[in-house]
């Protein structure tokens, strides 16, 4: 009985529309018009052959890359963040804190520290660095670099606390134990926690590669999708809203979340649910 | 509040932005179901012989005009001479977005602006027509758009002309005397401008906002000094070939990327930071429509400068030695066809536009057939521009453009295409001027083949 109202909420807002996606993508629908005309597996077969649709998954590369930068750093920190460092809390507060700001706001303190003289460029002037300072927003071979450590500056708090939680649930005599047997704290790392948190890390693994091919929010904000940082969704949006071809967009939808289950099936065949054992 | 839901389709990523508008939605609902039994039955038809009532909603783009109160004096006005009508305004920031999304509901107010990316063919189905084109033209101009099949489906609130808002001061200092009349001379003032003072930036693209830049897609029709400009584009299989309209705009923006007289970093651009910009003389020019004079002149005395710094020019090109300027209408209010308050909307309507004094308030052209021009478009009078109104599109072929358009993903009026032709003009890409206009004629030439046959 209490489950009636999130089912209903879940069937109307969830299910409900991506049913209506697919039926979407079957048509020429504009977005308005009255009758939405059928016309079979045609939107499908223009996501497949158009070459200009493909493309821009090579952007989603440089936020794959990003994202495994993201996992070492954020692995990094709960690892060091786990053992009893000073100030403890308060790091594991400054790391978590990016991931709680909103991302339009996190957009736009991004397009004021790449612009020309901005604080990137003024940090660099007084580093001494001077010489690296360039267009960061402006340059289409930095661009998307520049975007992609936006969002690695955004999202590494989740990762961090994920794994925080994954590594604080290892139960501690078992560090006292490798402690004694002299294993230095590389060893811990190694032979303890790793392990322990393999399926969280698999996890995240997915997590990264459907964020990577679904980038949105942050190059939509700061650049429009301008300069060659156009992502796929950017481009299903435009697709929809611009050129008002809701039939064509809703394919493409379709197909991202056919590659994204894809992705994640995959993932698991090549990486099978194993039960750890550690003791 | 769930019934309204059954008719929307969400995208996902639009899902949450559709969210807020059905909620809004339901809000707005509960005045009409207060709708009285005369007014009610009323439909359609001609002036009723009752006075109008009932509560309207009218949903408006301007949410500054809401905020500043505004819209406050108007409803006042109103209601003072029709005191049956109760008039409340929804503000809308992201208009066209949120309310092509509404209009698949029955629930998008009284009266609205007509979306830009409705086709002509479609507004029967949402608008209620207002009357005859042929009667309304002799009391309205600038209708074309918004003719279909001999009706008029909506009124614009107000007539923009295109050209070049500039700071006067600044080209004044670098020595200039004269409007430039040609391209060439348009780049070589701008050069002057910035070896006068390496730290004004001539010519400010706004690139990162992007709709500043289909402000160049509105000079159309200005270079052949055509009225019929638009109604050929449907025919021409190469908008882009040398010399026709289209190259001579985009060219002049080309060249002056790339010729450094643009922004540095256009990515980085601030469309409300322009205004002030221009206004202390650090951006020489911009390309707006003369809805923009008004504001840049406030900008100005905010500044703490004189409203006359601020200079409107023609394109620079000259037909048989004069200037020529499009108009064209604003956004344009109309009637949903699902409305109980027909006659009250139409009323709201009619005294907008002819006893606001909206128009002349924005600085704009009114949209009734008069002569007199406003204040703000006083250096156009001097110079002796002529408008250039494009003529409707024969019967059947009224959303020919729209079509070919859309098919071709070129998008006139999006920013998209003027991004590319940006970024290959400041070399961040490898694609030539010439390759980049070969694509867009190969589009649009294949899209009008598909439009054509289909």
């Known amino acids: 009985m209490f489950l009636a109202a999130p089912l209903v909420l879940l069937l109307l807002f969830t299910y409900y529309p991506v049913v209506n996606m697919f039926w979407y993508s079957l048509t020429s629908w504009d977005g308005l018009d009255k009758t939405k005309e059928f016309v079979g597996l045609d939107n499908y077969v223009a996501v497949f052959t158009r070459p200009d649709i493909f493309k821009v998954f090579f952007v989603s590369l440089f936020y794959l890359g990003g994202s495994v930068v993201q996992m070492a750093l954020a692995l990094y920190f709960a690892t060091i963040l786990s053992f009893s460092t000073r100030f403890k809390s308060f790091f594991k507060g400054i790391i978590f804190f990016p991931y709680m700001i909103n991302g339009v706001a996190i957009a736009l303190i991004f397009v004021y520290f790449f612009q020309p003289g901005g604080t990137l460029d003024s940090l660099l002037e007084q580093l001494g660095a001077g010489g690296l300072v360039q267009q960061w927003l402006g340059n289409p071979s930095v661009i998307n670099v520049s975007l992609a450590g936006t969002s690695v500056w955004r999202y590494m708090g989740l990762n961090f606390v994920l794994f925080l939680g994954a590594i604080q649930s290892i139960p501690g005599q078992l560090y006292e134990a490798a402690e004694i047997d002299g294993a230095n704290r590389w060893q811990q790392f190694r032979f303890i926690i790793a392990p322990g948190i393999k399926s969280i890390i698999g996890l995240s693994f997915i997590l990264a590669v459907s964020g990577s091919l679904a980038v949105f929010e942050i190059p939509f904000i700061m650049t429009g999708g301008a300069n060659g940082s156009e992502t796929f969704v950017i481009k299903t949006v435009k697709m929809a809203f611009t050129h008002n071809k809701v039939g064509l967009a809703s394919a493409m939808a379709v197909v991202l979340l056919g590659i994204v289950l894809i992705m994640t099936w995959v993932q698991r065949k090549v990486v099978p649910e194993e039960k750890v054992n550690l003791t | ?454």
């Open chain 2, 1 to 454: 509040m769930f019934p309204p839901a059954r008719r929307t389709r969400l995208l996902t990523v639009a899902a949450i932005a559709s969210l807020i508008s059905l909620t809004t939605a339901c809000a707005g609902g509960g005045d009409t179901s207060s709708a009285d039994a005369a007014s009610a039955s009323g439909g359609s038809g001609a002036a009723a012989a009752a006075a109008p009532s009932g509560d309207i909603t009218v949903l408006t783009w301007r949410t500054d005009l809401v905020t500043d109160g505004t819209f406050d004096k108007y409803k006042a006005a109103f209601e003072a001479k029709y005191p049956e009508v109760t008039v409340s305004f929804e503000g809308i920031t992201d208009y066209e977005g949120e309310v092509k999304t509404r209009m698949n509901t029955s629930d998008y107010g009284d009266v609205l602006a007509i979306v830009n990316t409705i086709t002509p063919a479609q507004m029967p189905d949402f608008f209620e027509p207002l009357g005859d084109a042929a009667a309304m033209e002799k009391t309205y101009r600038f209708l074309t758009p918004k003719i279909f099949a001999g009706k008029v489906y909506g009124i614009p609130v107000v007539g923009n002309t295109q050209g070049i808002v500039y700071n006067k001061k600044v080209w004044a200092d670098a020595g200039i005397t004269a409007v430039p009349t040609t391209s060439e001379e348009f780049l070589k003032d701008l050069q002057a401008i910035k070896d006068k003072d390496p730290s004004v930036v001539p010519l400010y693209t706004n690139y990162k906002d992007g709709w500043p830049l289909t402000q160049w897609e509105s000079h159309r029709g200005e270079i052949s000094a055509d009225p019929e400009f638009d109604n050929k584009l449907g025919q021409d299989d190469a908008p882009w070939a040398e010399g026709t309209d289209h190259f001579v705009i985009d060219s002049l923006l080309y060249d002056a990327v790339n010729q450094k007289l643009t922004e540095a970093d256009p990515t980085t651009t601030n469309w409300e930071e322009s205004k002030n910009l221009i206004a202390t003389g650090k951006v020489s020019a911009m390309t707006l429509g003369s809805w923009a004079i008004s504001q840049m002149q406030k900008a100005a005395t905010d500044a703490g400068n004189p409203a006359s710094d601020i200079g409107y020019m023609p394109f620079p090109h000259q037909k048989d030695g004069k200037f020529y300027a499009t108009v064209g209408g604003d956004y344009a209010q109309a009637i949903n066809v699902n409305s109980t308050h027909k006659e009250a909307a139409r009323a709201w309507i009619d005294w907008f536009n002819t006893e606001s004094g909206f128009a002349d308030a924005q600085g704009g052209l009114s949209p009734l057939i008069d002569p007199k021009a406003p204040a703000t478009l006083a250096d156009f009078e001097a110079l002796g521009v002529e408008y250039v109104l494009q003529n409707p599109a024969p019967a059947g072929k009224e959303s020919l453009v729209n079509d070919i358009d859309k098919e071709a993903e070129i998008g006139l009026y999006a920013p998209e295409f003027v991004q590319r032709l940006v970024d290959s003009a400041r070399g961040a890409s490898d694609e030539t001027k010439q390759q980049i206009f070969d694509d867009l004629n190969a589009k649009w030439a294949a899209a009008r083949t598909t439009v054509d046959a289909g």
